[in-house]
């Protein structure tokens, strides 16, 4: 235990490791800046013919991708954990890990994300409920994915400030 509070107070004093804090800070913008912005969720997007009947046409399937992306998840967390233990480059080591558990918590998210802003899609001519209630479902992840970044975030800075 004490190695591994040694590690991380070293690597709270190396500036390299503030650059898992600057990635984080940039996707967690990104996940607020969507909350805030996004066309789909509000109502305001200019969803054409084709793309809803495309959206109709297809049924959404899980795929490769989030099986792919939730193992190199896992991989990059035990990574970086290992490497972290061992004294083994702790900034990379640390951005592996941070990156890994960015990925593993956020996947599921994100796929049900890909899927709700096909649904509002393939939803535009259905009545305002209906509608409504796509967008908001939608709504609902995003702000769920960015407050899972957010608080990643605050744990990442919370972490390296406290040692």
Known sequence: MNMLIEEIQMLANDPKSWVAVALMVLIAGHSVATVLLCPYSHGKAKIDDIEVSQARGQVFTVGARFG???????????????????????????????????ITQTEPVRLRIREGKSSVIANRDSDETTAELMRGR?????????LSNVVTLAALVGGLLVF
Do not use: C, N, R, W
């Open 138 to 146: 939608l709504h609902s992840d995003q702000k769920e994915l960015a």
């Open 68 to 102: 792919l992306m939730m193992v190199v998840g896992i991989a990059l967390t035990v990574g970086g954990l290992f490497m972290i233990a061992s004294g083994t480059k702790p900034a990379l080591a640390l951005i592996a890990m941070v990156s890994g558990l960015v």
